[in-house]
């Protein structure tokens, strides 16, 4: 049988704890210090087995902190055993996955050498924001999807001819599964996002949404904009309530007060990143995609 020992970053303490217990093993926890300076010190609160390790730590903000701290226990983990697996349910950086404008880094690439570099051996993330960052890490790893998991969730909910829209056209395969689900229709709107200032505009597109409640299921809420505009465009075409389902939720400066105030009923998000929206437990299929 396969042995795992589990360890939790700062940032995903819960869930590593959660997928610790799905794998009838335990969860060791790391502790932090922070120096005046702002470097952290992380200690390992008990020695590993020589196990399968499964390093458990999301990169949301503050993104570069988790991110060394992740890296920081792999390279202490990989002293105990050569099986080192990061589980990365959030991955930052993921949406930097080309080179949108000429001279930019591919910093998704960048991470890929670092994980390399410290020891891992596979990542496994939850719904990468796409294929071509998966790619670029060039190291072996699994992406689990959550769409299941959210589209299950919302079976529970009385809603009022029901239609998924996705913001954008890169999310349409997401809806698709999402809609297929609750065997629900779908569409996709166009949405236009200036490279410079990440400003957000939803295009005008066909949506037959008046009088239906709309899901909007996208993977990453950062900040609000891409839901906002779709909130506001979906309200004027006279939709009924408009529900939020997304993996990631980020929330960057009081995104959630500004979806709120758009008119949005409810925002259920995993627990890649803890919020007190993360209706939705990952670890499940975590545990079953390293099994
Ligand atoms: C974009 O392609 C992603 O799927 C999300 O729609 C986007 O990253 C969300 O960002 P924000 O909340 O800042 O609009």
Sequence with gaps: MVKFTVIGGDASEDLAKRIAHKLKTISIKTENYVFPDGESKITIKKIP??????????????????LLRLLSIISKARKYSSKIYAVIPYMGYARQDKEFLEGEIVTVSVIGKM?????????????????????????????????????????KIKLKKPIVVSPDSGGKQRAKEFAKILNVEFIALKKHRDRKT?????????????????????????TGGSIIKSTQFLKKQKCKRVFVACTHALFVN???????????????????IPKNTSKVDVSGIIAKAVL
């Design 49 to 66: 087995k020589n196990n399968i390790i499964l390093v458990v730590q999301s990169t949301y903000p503050p993104v570069d902190t988790n």
């Design 115 to 155: 994980l390399k570099a410290v020891g891992t051996k596979k990542v496994i993330t939850v719904d990468i924001h796409s294929h071509m960052a998966l790619k670029e890490l060039k190291i072996s790893s699994k992406n689990v999807s959550a769409v299941s998991e959210l589209a299950n969730h919302f079976k």
């Design 198 to 222: 990440g400003k957000v505009n939803i295009l005008n597109t066909k949506a037959d949404v008046k009088h239906r409640d709309v899901i909007l299921v996208d993977d990453v809420i950062s």
């Design 254 to 272: 009081n995104a959630e007060t500004g979806i709120k105030k758009a008119g949005v009923t409810q925002i259920i998000s995993t627990n890649t």
